[in-house]
């Protein structure tokens, strides 16, 4: 059986898209939401509906994905209607509402409009962006992080996750952990993109993408033993109720196994969702499960956090 829990809610599978893609609209999310996928999150959504940044904002690297969007998306208050509506027709059928701030206080904010509604799934804050010009990613620093967390579990008592951008020192991961640890948080989601890689076109010694300068975010597979270590790090340090969302570099069955056996109960995809369309599901599960026979594992909990040092 390919079950897995995070908080109270069960998921069929493991395996689901990560914000950002093929997550904008409706009718997006109800092709998520009719796929093989575990569940599903939406785009992150912002107080006010945003445009994203100017194209291109997106390319294909040999190894994966370079991203400048912008957080373009439809506002919070689509995805609330989406989610309530959504909801109350699929009641079994728990998913994913993604939010993003452009100041610490739309966090509040956007937590109060949350609890206020009568969604009761699991609401992913989004505390790592690394593509709006001139606002940084929050979740590098610990005690702005600190403050909105202290803030919005003032107003919001419904299941939270935080996403997380990669950290690279030891140091970091303690400290981060040593303040997620203190608040009711469900899950954390690792890793964000790596923020701020640069790609350029040899045939013209041009930036592939146009916001920033060129800078953008990094997926695929150069981000994969990034998001290990950092699924594996947090295993280590937090609380075990607060369950991991690993993301980062899945492009085969047995990276989806690995990133499970770092400590990860749901792993999602977004460059090979991205390259490959929804179709991507339906084979990342048969070969997890040939990942799984092949070193005897019947079911996740059988493997999961279960890596082997030497
Ligand atoms: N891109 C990312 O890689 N991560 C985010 O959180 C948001 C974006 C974006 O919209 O640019």
Redesign the pocket.
Known sequence: TLTTHIGSFEFANPIMNA??VHCLSAQDLDELAASAAGSFIT??GTLEARV??PAP?YATLPYGSI???????KGLDYYIQYAEKFQAAHPDQPFFLSV?GMAPSDYVTMAKQIQASSFTGLTEF?L?????PGKPQVAYDVEATEQILTELFKVFNKPAGI?LPPYFDLAQFDAMAAVLNRFPITYINSI??L?NGLMIDPATDTTLVRPKGGF??I?GAYAKPIALANVRAFRERLRPEISIVGTGGVRNGRDVYELILCGASMVQV?TTLQEEGLGVFPRLLAELQVAMAENGHTSLTDFQGQLHTI
């Not at 991203?67 to 998306?73: H, I, T």
């Not at 790592?128 to 709006?132: I, K, L």
Request: glycine residues 24%; aromatic residues 0%; hydrophobic residues 15%.
């Open positions: 914000s950002g785009k992150s994203g940044n904002r991203n400048s969007m912008g957080l373009p998306n993003a989004n790592s962006c690394p593509n709006v996403k964000n993109s923020g953008g975010g997926g977004a």
